[in-house]
């Protein structure tokens, strides 16, 4: 953690600030939107920016980082931007290029984390989702020991300042860990995160390992209709969560960011609301008591909203849409 306590250090020596701000918005938000709120973002103070291939907003989210240096903001080395690798580009010699590919959709450099977004291949090709003729999801067949042999090669081609994974459990991180001549560990591991599910065990190992573990969905997710049951509790209006945000005069949303800062995990927060990222960043200007921290971690229930490998269900829920 540096002085202020925005960024932690990962094990290759890079450094990521603890609050990043998310860009995946639900298919109702319109993708040129993500040029807007990713400058609102910035101007907000977040200095974090996680994206993917899979959102297909790279290009507008490279175009708001870009003006925001053109304009003085900030400078290049003051972003730190995440993508992912797509799952149709587990395959070794598809890493590389599929690196470069969203380098150009951004019109950056480098990115400063290349992760893999999940550990399920999917078959190679244009289809972000490729099924066969009956319209089943077509798995690939990708030793991710050698996906990752190709990460390793992004990084060392100065592709990517740091590497890591997304949606690994603790086996499939120890088979990248245990994997003969490894050169670089995994930075982090993202995973779905927050006090209805606190990963509590992954986060330990992770931190054994001096891998940081990376929360998304941690304000309870934005609740897509295809992938999320909408009578599962919201997180947001949990009683105990809200009665600490009014004892701490602030927001169930601050306290739910704060809950994972304090227990050494990088939290990610989406918004498309202004007033709601100024309000995210004010993450840093209070701290929880360990009693509250443990009365937070007592709401973990297990609850995961999103499918682990989301791959998997929209792949099935693009079986059950009429064709058009
Ligand atoms: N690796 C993966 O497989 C994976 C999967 C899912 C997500 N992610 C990443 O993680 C990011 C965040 O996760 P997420 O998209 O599930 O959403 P999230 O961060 O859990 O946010 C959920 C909702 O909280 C609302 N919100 C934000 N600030 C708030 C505040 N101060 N008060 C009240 N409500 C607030 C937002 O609504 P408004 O927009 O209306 O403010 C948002 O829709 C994504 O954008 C993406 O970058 C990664």
């Known amino acids: 953690m540096d002085p202020k306590g925005w960024r932690v250090e990962l094990n290759d020596g ?20 993500a040029m807007e709120i990713t400058k609102v973002a910035i101007d907000a103070g977040f200095r974090h920016i996680d994206s993917a291939y899979f959102y297909k907003n790279e290009e507008e989210v490279g175009l708001a980082i870009r003006s925001k240096i053109e304009d003085g903001t900030v400078k290049r080395e003051d972003i730190f931007y995440t993508s992912k690798l797509w799952l149709t580009f587990l395959r070794p010699e ?27 291949a999917l078959k190679p090709g244009e289809e972000l989702f490729p099924q066969d003729k009956s319209g089943k999801a077509m798995y690939d067949t990708v030793d991710l020991r050698a996906t990752w042999e190709a990460m ?9 300042k740091s590497i890591g994974v997304s949606n690994f459990n603790r086996r499939q991180l120890e088979k990248i860990l245990n994997k003969p001549g490894l050169k670089y560990k995994p930075v982090c591991n993202q995973v779905e995160c927050h006090p209805y599910l606190n990963q509590s065990k992954l986060l330990d190992f992770c931190k054994s390992k001096d891998i940081v573990l990376v929360a998304y969905g941690a304000l309870g997710t934005q609740r897509p209709k295809q992938w999320v049951d909408q009578s599962s509790p919201v997180l947001l209006e949990d009683p105990v969560l809200c009665a600490m945000a009014k004892k701490y005069e602030r927001t169930p949303a601050l306290i739910a960011l704060r809950y994972q800062i304090q227990r050494g995990v990088v939290v990610l927060a989406k ?6 990222m100024k309000e995210n960043m004010q993450v840093f ?20 909203y999103l499918p682990v490998h989301i791959c998997i269900t929209i792949a099935n829920l693009m079986l059950l849409r009429p064709s058009s």
Do not use: W
């Open 94 to 120: 598809l890493v590389q290029p599929a690196l470069e590919k969203s380098l150009k959709d951004l019109q950056l450099d480098y990115v400063d984390l290349y992760i893999i977004h999940s550990p399920v």
């Open 152 to 160: 390793e090669k992004c990084k060392d081609a100065g592709l990517t």
């Open 14 to 33: 890079h450094f990521i600030p603890v609050l990043g701000f998310g860009t995946a918005t639900v298919e109702e938000v319109p993708k040129n939107k």
């Open 271 to 276: 918004s498309i609301n202004e007033k709601q």
């Open 285 to 304: 200007e209070f701290q929880l008591t360990s009693e509250d921290m443990k009365v937070l971690d007592g709401l973990n229930r297990n609850l995961r």
